[in-house]
């Protein structure tokens, strides 16, 4: 007599059901993990970056909505408005933030940034790099887990 070993399956319809939850899940979960993460940068940045003078520019920093498109999803953040046109001058400016209220030249400055730096978007982002995946990971297995939970394990 041979060995034998029988397996069924049933219940395939509470499966695909189970699956198509856990995409809506996903599909709310990783907008909202992708804009925490940029808020994450954004308040790393105006805390410890961006350069104040008169406040108007830190004021500018801003995460915009999660934008879906099919299966893309893009976040934006960033500073300046029509207020603040020079956003990109300062970010540039090596010496954001260092000027001590002179020009190389020696003139004196009006108005100078006396903390901050340049490049007070990208270093924040450049910092927020390592562990990114692992963070939005944990965003999102923590958006869906209940629902996972409770659905696949039998909690609900």
Do not use: C
């Given at each position: 007599?041979?060995?034998?070993?029988?397996?069924?399956?049933?219940?395939?319809?509470?499966?695909?059901?189970?699956?198509?939850?856990?995409r809506?899940?996903?599909v709310?979960?990783?907008?909202?993990?992708?804009?925490?993460e940029?808020?994450?940068?954004m308040r790393?940045?105006?805390e410890?970056?961006?350069?104040?003078?008169?406040?108007?520019?830190?004021?500018t920093?801003?995460?915009?909505?999660?934008e879906?498109?099919?299966?893309?999803?893009?976040v934006?953040?960033?500073?300046?408005?029509?207020?603040?046109a020079?956003?990109a001058?300062?970010?540039?400016?090596?010496?954001?933030?260092?000027?001590?209220?002179a020009?190389?030249?020696?003139?004196?400055?009006?108005?100078?940034?006396s903390?901050g730096?340049?490049?007070?978007?990208?270093?924040?982002?450049?910092?927020?790099?390592?562990?990114?995946?692992?963070r939005?990971?944990?965003?999102?297995?923590n958006?869906?887990?209940?629902?996972?939970?409770?659905?696949?394990?039998?909690?609900?």
């Amino acid at each position: 007599m041979a060995l034998e070993f029988k397996l069924e399956v049933s219940g395939l319809d509470q499966v695909i059901r189970n699956l198509e939850a856990y995409r809506d899940k996903l599909v709310t979960g990783v907008p909202a993990a992708l804009y925490e993460e940029a808020s994450a940068i954004m308040r790393d940045s105006r805390e410890h970056y961006v350069p104040v003078d008169t406040g108007r520019l830190k004021a500018t920093g801003k995460v915009l909505p999660p934008e879906v498109s099919g299966t893309k999803v893009t976040v934006a953040m960033g500073y300046g408005d029509a207020a603040v046109a020079y956003a990109a001058a300062v970010h540039e400016n090596a010496r954001a933030g260092k000027t001590g209220g002179a020009s190389p030249s020696g003139r004196r400055y009006k108005h100078w940034a006396s903390v901050g730096s340049w490049k007070y978007l990208e270093l924040p982002f450049l910092a927020a790099e390592r562990g990114m995946l692992g963070r939005l990971a944990d965003r999102i297995r923590n958006a869906v887990a209940g629902r996972i939970s409770s659905e696949f394990y039998g909690g609900g």
